[in-house]
């Protein structure tokens, strides 16, 4: 039993190893560059931040492989973090861009991907409501308006019956 609980652990800590190995390198929380959102159609707005710089100094950003060119990261009111924006310009074409930042006075180098879609990842906005056209429509908004009108022409059509049923038998008006 105690052999098979060692080997147990001993197989749970090499897994363990393994995963910490294959992390990536610049992960947004251990201090590289988080990209928000991280997929974009041409012309939205992208907010970048990073805690990599030591004391949440300023950073360059460059976004030159998207066609956005350079922006500044400055510090913020959180705790040893930078932020900055850039626009994906209209002319950018799809695919997966690599955003750099180096942190003021020759410090560290991070990087984050952009993914640039045609299409957007939000959901649609369907539309809902009557369209005011002034012809109306068999069943209104209202159901007070509708039942009305329904009232008025079954009292029309009842009296025009009534009419015509005394004109055949020859009563007159």
Known sequence: MRRTARLLSGSALAVAATGLLAAP???AGAGGLDVS??????????????????DGGAAEGDAG?????????????REKEAIGQFRVPPSAQPGTYEITAACAGGGRKVTGDLVVTLTSQRQPVHPRGSVK???????????VQTAAGVAALAV???GGTWLLHRRARGDGI
């Open 25 to 27: 390198a610049h992960s």
């Open 37 to 54: 959102p991280s997929s974009v159609v041409p012309g939205d707005r992208v907010t970048v931040n990073t805690s990599a710089c030591v």
């Open 65 to 77: 492989a998207v066609g956005a060119g350079s922006f500044t990261l400055a510090p913020t009111s």
């Open 133 to 143: 056209t002034g012809v109306g429509g068999a069943l209104g908004p209202d159901p």
């Open 156 to 158: 029309a059509a009842a």
